[in-house]
């Protein structure tokens, strides 16, 4: 078994040589002033063993990979009712099409385009103030990652909040077929507060681990969920985390992962690891290039592939 701390530190040190880093997105005008140069990786293996590289300490915008956590508490709250609000087929489409969404009456592909999570989100903010709910997620991520220093970075939020024409177009869309419950404006302010969540490379990997670990929190020995929803929400992961890129990342890297804008990306290896990396850089797809290179390495020397060695 090859040492992981080595493996680590090598990745984090040929990343920081490499030119090819994608680009910076754009469209959230607060993002397009981090700089490119940064690359982190964190990975905690099974037996607790931490080992990190590169900027994994900095906290970044976590972005789209909140989708992850909204889920698994929306799951929780209301079962496999879930599915008849959003679907869980890979789109094939970018992160933030709405012609599918004409097609399918309103009902979303799946949790992780952005139609998809705000559905989701609308979901968590039923019978609760915004407020309320943004504290649940928060605190959710926080116990996950055992760690109170979890915070949403207000700047990233208001930038989002006010270019974010697409997202509310898509919101305005559901809500004109009665997918969304609460009013538009509500469920899209909890929907930009909870992907400007900002958490370092290891924070996010500690906050994983209940999906690499068959649902239990390793900190607590608590079962955050139960296995088969673990399984199922890696399932997920897997088929939908990349957006229109997920294909090409399950034929690279072969695990489940889900990437946000920020250039961040939380990929699981079922039984062995949790593993996060952030390179704001990102390929056509809007997923982090760089982030997608360390993880296929590390998956290739570690031997992590679901698929096999
Ligand atoms: N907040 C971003 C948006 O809604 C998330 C997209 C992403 O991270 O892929 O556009």
């Given at each position: 078994m090859p040492d992981l701390n080595l493996v680590v530190a090598e990745i984090a040190d040929e990343m920081r040589q490499r030119r090819d880093r994608g680009t910076v997105a754009h469209y959230i005008p607060e993002l397009a002033r981090v700089d490119p140069k940064h690359f982190g990786i964190a990975v905690v293996a099974a037996d607790g063993?931490?080992?990190t590289g590169g900027d994994a300490a900095m906290p970044f915008s976590i972005q789209s990979i909140s989708k992850v956590f909204t889920l698994t508490l929306a799951l929780g709250r209301y079962g496999d009712r879930l599915w008849r609000r959003v679907g869980r087929e890979p789109s094939g489409s970018p992160f933030n099409s709405i012609v599918q969404l004409e097609r399918e009456q309103g009902i979303p592909r799946n949790?992780?385009?952005?139609?998809?999570?705000i559905a989701v989100t609308d979901l968590i903010l039923s019978g609760h103030q915004p407020r309320e709910a943004l504290g649940e997620i928060l605190s959710f991520m926080r116990f996950l990652a055992d760690d109170a220093d979890i915070s949403i970075d207000e700047t990233v939020a208001a930038s989002e909040q006010r270019t974010g024409f697409r997202n509310a177009a898509l919101a305005n869309y559901m809500k004109s077929f009665g997918v969304l419950e609460n009013p538009v404006d509500l469920t899209l302010g909890v929907y930009f507060h909870q992907c400007a969540i900002a958490m370092s490379c290891q924070q996010l990997a500690m906050a994983g681990r209940f999906l690499a670990q068959s649902g239990r929190n390793p900190s607590t020995g608590l079962q955050v969920i139960q296995p088969e929803r673990a399984r199922r929400i890696n399932a997920v992961m897997l088929t939908c985390g990349h957006y229109d890129g997920?294909?090409?990342?399950?034929y690279r890297v072969g695990l489940p992962g889900k990437s946000g804008v920020g250039g961040g990306i939380l990929a699981v290896a079922p039984g062995k690891a949790s593993i996060a990396v952030w390179s704001p850089g990102l390929d056509a797809a809007g997923n982090s290039h760089l982030g997608r290179v360390a993880l296929e390495a590390l998956s290739r020397r570690m031997d992590w592939s679901i698929f096999g060695a």
């Amino acid at each position: 078994m090859p040492d992981l701390n080595l493996v680590v530190a090598e990745i984090a040190d040929e990343m920081r040589q490499r030119r090819d880093r994608g680009t910076v997105a754009h469209y959230i005008p607060e993002l397009a002033r981090v700089d490119p140069k940064h690359f982190g990786i964190a990975v905690v293996a099974a037996d607790g063993t931490v080992a990190t590289g590169g900027d994994a300490a900095m906290p970044f915008s976590i972005q789209s990979i909140s989708k992850v956590f909204t889920l698994t508490l929306a799951l929780g709250r209301y079962g496999d009712r879930l599915w008849r609000r959003v679907g869980r087929e890979p789109s094939g489409s970018p992160f933030n099409s709405i012609v599918q969404l004409e097609r399918e009456q309103g009902i979303p592909r799946n949790p992780f385009i952005n139609a998809g999570a705000i559905a989701v989100t609308d979901l968590i903010l039923s019978g609760h103030q915004p407020r309320e709910a943004l504290g649940e997620i928060l605190s959710f991520m926080r116990f996950l990652a055992d760690d109170a220093d979890i915070s949403i970075d207000e700047t990233v939020a208001a930038s989002e909040q006010r270019t974010g024409f697409r997202n509310a177009a898509l919101a305005n869309y559901m809500k004109s077929f009665g997918v969304l419950e609460n009013p538009v404006d509500l469920t899209l302010g909890v929907y930009f507060h909870q992907c400007a969540i900002a958490m370092s490379c290891q924070q996010l990997a500690m906050a994983g681990r209940f999906l690499a670990q068959s649902g239990r929190n390793p900190s607590t020995g608590l079962q955050v969920i139960q296995p088969e929803r673990a399984r199922r929400i890696n399932a997920v992961m897997l088929t939908c985390g990349h957006y229109d890129g997920s294909g090409e990342f399950a034929y690279r890297v072969g695990l489940p992962g889900k990437s946000g804008v920020g250039g961040g990306i939380l990929a699981v290896a079922p039984g062995k690891a949790s593993i996060a990396v952030w390179s704001p850089g990102l390929d056509a797809a809007g997923n982090s290039h760089l982030g997608r290179v360390a993880l296929e390495a590390l998956s290739r020397r570690m031997d992590w592939s679901i698929f096999g060695a």
